[in-house]
């Protein structure tokens, strides 16, 4: 009897750490592909050109998301770092979550009217 509670416990047990985060497919770096705001999109490219034409650098844009269902997100510069969820497609940074969808090694996040694109690298 002992034996096979042992064994369910190792079972319930890898559920659990399968379910959140673990070896998910999003696991990985990305850098930006594109940014959407209110129907005009442009592409890393083109944010980097209109950086450029006004004599600045773009500030850096990545995110990682770790295994252990931690990460970081790094937005016009600035890092957040962040907890991820693979099952709910769930980001949570600063007590907030908000949705994302993952397709072709992509990930995209829409709110507020603003949407960007990650690829993976």
Do not use: H, R
């Amino acid at each position: 009897m002992k034996k096979a509670l042992v064994v369910l416990f190792v079972l319930m047990l890898a559920v659990c750490l399968t379910s959140c985060g673990g070896d998910a497919e999003e696991v990985g770096s990305y850098d930006l592909e594109s940014m959407s705001e209110g129907g005009q999109t442009m592409s890393m490219k083109d944010l980097k050109d209109l950086y450029s034409a006004m004599g600045e650098t773009l500030p850096e844009f990545g995110l990682t998301l770790n295994k252990d269902g931690t990460g970081k997100m790094v937005v016009m510069g600035e890092t957040k770092e962040i907890t991820w969820d693979a099952k709910a497609k769930t980001m949570t940074a600063d007590g907030e979550s908000i949705k994302y969808t993952f397709k072709d090694k992509k990930i995209t996040i829409s709110e507020d009217g603003q949407t960007m694109v990650f690829v993976k690298k």
